[in-house]
C-alpha cells in the first residue's frame, strides 16, 4: 500500500515534475504529507483529518519553490498524526522502516522523509520542526538535517502545530546534496561570520546515554580542528529539562489552540498517545504559560550570553542515544521523548538553527552530533557541514 | 459491511443456534460484542482490541445459558469503544441506526443491540450497564431495558469496565417478551414484596428538559393507579450532579485500572473522547478515591431510607431527553453526558435494579421513563412492567 519501506503515504498519486533546467534539475524528492499539493488533500497523518479536509487549492510555498528550481516532487510520506511524536510510530498507517537500523523507529515526526532518503527512494526530503521532527529522525537514521532559523522559510502552505516554535527542514544523505537543496531553501541573508568558537555544551552532553556521548566525543575531537578554540560550558543555570519544561507548556498550548476545533467537531481517532497530549495540552493553565513565557525569556537572555561575539557554534548530541526499539510501551516512550526533548528545545526555545550531522555510530546504529548556531547562521552551519564531511574523506 | 441499520459488527461469523425445545425456542438474538462467542474474538468496539487478543475459549455464561434455554444468537452488535459512552458513535465502526428517531443517536454504549432489537432484526438483545450503556439506549430507541441489581448476574466471559458498577441487562420491544427472557436471565431469588408506593424523584425530574418533563408526567399519571400511593421525595440532600461525581471519580479509577495495561502496550486508537476519557480517569488521585467512597456510602444511606419499608419503587426519568441529533461536538456530547449521568448514577451507586419503559414521546422521539426497585426486586420491576403494559391495551 504504502510502498517500499512503508515511507510514503498509501493511495496517493501526488508527483510534481521539476521544471527543466533548474539548479535541482535532476533531483528527486519526497514531502511529508503537511506540504499542500495542489489537488490532493494533505492527510497530516490522520485518516480523519484525510476524510474532513478539501484538496489543496495550491503548492506550499517551498514545494513550489523546489519544483521551480528542478526537482521533482515524488510522493508524500507519512510522518506522525498531526506532527504530534518524534519517534515516527503512526497508529493508522504504520511505521516507516528505518533502513539503517532495523528493528528501530525512524524518528518522527518526519518519519517518512527521513525513511525514503535513508532508503535512497529520493536524493532529499521535506520536514518540519517544531519539537525536534527533523533532527530527531536525522539522527536515529543517520542523515544530515537541518531546524533553520526561526521565521527564515515562510510556512505557507503547510500543517501549523505550535507557531511560535514552527520551522521547515530537510534530509539529505550527503553535505554537497544538502548545501546544494539550501542555496534554493534559503532565502538570501546577510553574509554571516564563520564559526571559529566552539562550546561543547556540558549539561546536554551529561544527558546521552554513556555509549552515545562516548561516540559523539570522538566525533568532536575529529571535527576540533575546524576551530580556533573549544570550551565546555554550562549552558542553563538550572538544568535543561527545566528549560524544556518550558517549550512543553507553550508549545501544547499553541498545539491545543490549532486543532481544538476540528478534534471538538470531528471527535477523530488518534492513538492513545497523541490524544493524551492534547487532552494534556488543554489543561494548560494561564498560569502555567505565563511562568513559561518568562522561562523562555530566560532561557533565550542565557544563550544570547552563550552567543556573545558572533562567532560561536555549540555543539551537542541531536539525541541522548541512537533509535530505540519499535513498539515500546507508550509510558516508555513518554519518558523518553522528555529526556531527548530537553536537547532539542535549546533551538526550540530561542529560535536558532541547528543542523544535525551523521558523524557517529553505536554498535552499528546511527546517532547525530548536532551544531546549533547564532540567528541566520543557517549557511554557515551548512558550510560547517560541508567541511566537516570533506575531513572525513 | 455491518449489516442492516449497522448494528451489527462487521465480517463477524458468530452465530449459535439454540437448543431445540428449551423455554426460549424459536427466540432470536444478538450479544454486544463484549460477551465472548467460543471461537470468535471478542472485540469490544476497537479494532486495535480486536487484532491483539486471542479468540475465546468458551461461551460467555449467559450468552451460554440463553442457547441451552433455545434462542438462538444470530449476531455480535457493535458497541461503544470498551462500553466507553452513552451515545453510540463508534469513530472506528460508525454509529448503529436508531430506527425509532432517525438523524439521532442510537444511545450507548449498547447501541448497536439496541438498534438490532428496535429495528426487529431480532427478538431480543443482550447489553451492559456500568453508566447507562443499557437504560440510555432503552430510552433513545423506544425499548424495554433492565439494569439489573449489581451482582445478580454473573459476568463471566464479558468485558470488566469497572466492576463495582458492571452488569448485564437485555432489551426487548414488548413487556412479555422481557419478562420471558427474565425468567431464563435471573437466577432464582426469594420471592420479592410487589412494590405498593410509588417515589417520584423530585430532583431526578427537574434535570429532565420541559417537553421529556411533561411527556413523561403524563406516564406516571396513568400507572399512577397501580400503587396505593404515591409521594414528590426529593433523593439528594445536595444534587444528584454531586452524586453523580462520585460515580464518575470512582468508576473511572476502575475503568483505567481494568484498560491501563493494555494502552501502555498497545498504544491503541481510540476516538478523541474516549481517550480523554481515559486520561482524565488515569489523573484520579487517591484522596479524589476517599472523598468519593464516602460520598457513594452516603448515597447508599440515603437511598436505604428513601426504600425504608420494602414496598417503594422511585419513579425518573430515565435520561434528560429523547435521544440527540448525530455529530454533535465532543464538548456538547461530554456536557449531555454529564447530565445524564446525574439520573443514571443513582442505580449505579447503590446498586439497585432499575428498567426504562418505553412509555413517552416527544415530537415523535421515544424517551423512557425508569422504575428503580429493591435489590433483588429485579423481577417485581419486570411484573411492574408487564401490569404497565396491559393497562395501555
Not at 67 to 93: C, P, Q
Not at 99 to 104: E, F, Q
Not at 194 to 208: I, Q
Not at 276 to 291: F, G, L, N
Request: glycine share 10%.
Amino acid at each position: 500500500m504504502a510502498g517500499p519501506l512503508n515511507a510514503f503515504v498509501p493511495d496517493s498519486t501526488a508527483h510534481l515534475p521539476g521544471a527543466e533546467g533548474g539548479p535541482l534539475a535532476g533531483l528527486t524528492f519526497a514531502a511529508k504529507d503537511i506540504f499542500d499539493i495542489k489537488g490532493h488533500v494533505t492527510g497530516c497523518g490522520n485518516p480523519h483529518w484525510l476524510a474532513t479536509h478539501e484538496p489543496a487549492e495550491t503548492n506550499a510555498q517551498v514545494v513550489q519553490q523546489l519544483v521551480d528550481a528542478g526537482a521533482s516532487m515524488v510522493g508524500k510520506t507519512i510522518t506522525d498524526e498531526l506532527t504530534r511524536g518524534i519517534f515516527g510510530e503512526n497508529m493508522h498507517y504504520g511505521t516507516p522502516v528505518n533502513p539503517n537500523a532495523p528493528g528501530r523507529v525512524p524518528g518522527g515526526s518526519s518519519s517518512g522523509s527521513a525513511s525514503a532518503v535513508a532508503g535512497r527512494l529520493v536524493d532529499f526530503a521535506l520536514g518540519s520542526d517544531t519539537g525536534g521532527s527533523v533532527r530527531v529522525p536525522s539522527s536515529f537514521c543517520g542523515l544530515f538535517g537541518l531546524r533553520p532559523t526561526h521565521g527564515r522559510i515562510p510556512l505557507d502552505g503547510m500543517l501549523l502545530q505550535a507557531p511560535s516554535f514552527d520551522t521547515i527542514g530537510w534530509f539529505a544523505r550527503d553535505a554537497e546534496t544538502f548545501a546544494h537543496i539550501g542555496s534554493v531553501m534559503l532565502p538570501p541573508g546577510p553574509p554571516g561570520q564563520r564559526p571559529r568558537r566552539l562550546v561543547v555544551a556540558e549539561d546536554a552532553w551529561e544527558l546521552a546515554e554513556p555509549g552515545t556521548r562516548r561516540a559523539l566525543e570522538t566525533a568532536v575531537d575529529r571535527i576540533g580542528a575546524l576551530f580556533t578554540s573549544s570550551a565546555m560550558v554550562r549552558l542553563s543555570p538550572t538544568s535543561l529539562e527545566e528549560w524544556s519544561g518550558h517549550q512543553q507548556v507553550l508549545q501544547s498550548r499553541e498545539a491545543w489552540e490549532s486543532a481544538r476545533d476540528w478534534i471538538d467537531q470531528v471527535n477523530p481517532t488518534f492513538s492513545f498517545e497523541v490524544s493524551d497530549r492534547y487532552a494534556m495540552a488543554r489543561s494548560v493553565t494561564d498560569e502555567q504559560i505565563v511562568v513559561a513565557q518568562a522561562g523562555r525569556d530566560a532561557v533565550i537572555s542565557r544563550m544570547n550570553e552563550v552567543f556573545d561575539g558572533g562567532d560561536v557554534v555549540v555543539c551537542l548530541p541531536t539525541t541522548v542515544s541512537p533509535a530505540p526499539l519499535l513498539g515500546q510501551r507508550v509510558s516508555e516512550r513518554h519518558t523518553l521523548r522528555l529526556r531527548n526533548s530537553a536537547l532539542t528545545s535549546i533551538a526550540g526555545n530561542t529560535g536558532r538553527p541547528q543542523i544535525s550531522l551523521p558523524l557517529a555510530e553505536v554498535d552499528g546504529l546511527p546517532v547525530g552530533l548536532s551544531l546549533l548556531g547564532d540567528y541566520g547562521a543557517d549557511e554557515q552551519l551548512i558550510e560547517l557541514a560541508r567541511e566537516i564531511s570533506r575531513l572525513a574523506e
